[in-house]
């Protein structure tokens, strides 16, 4: 699916960050100017994640949207939750969280975007695939 791209020229002049739209597997991303669009990655049972390149590290990165955050109180917990741990850890073998995007206002928001680094593959997709498991990649993931 070719993403749509708009840029909010709007938000430029009233002194804000410029933001940019894009629709990735039917879900509509409104983030910062500096991502570019480049693929959907994966989707789940909290959001869709795409990649991205930033223009201003200038590096590829992963965006996770998280629709609707907060309209269940459990699911709004968890990803609390998931936002302290990324942001806590700090060890080669887990995923650094980049940055959580920032709404446009302090109240009446309903995403979130989690911005991380992009890694070649998930857990989901080794655990899964036809691939032997050695024991040294067994190792490696219980390190």
Partial sequence: MKAKAST???AAKAGNKANISFVCS????NVDAKYEYIKQVGHGAY???CSAYDHQSR???AIKKVSKAFEDLV???RIVREIKLLKFFDQKNIINMIDVLKPPAPTGFEDIYIVTEL???DM???IYSRQELSDEHLQYFMH
């Fill in 26 to 29: 039917g879900t509509t991303f």
């Fill in 119 to 121: 890694m070649e593959t």
């Fill in 59 to 61: 590096g590829k990165v």
């Fill in 47 to 49: 959001g869709v994640v």
């Fill in 8 to 10: 909010d020229k709007q």
């Fill in 75 to 77: 699911d709004a917990k």
């Fill in 124 to 126: 989901h997709r080794v």
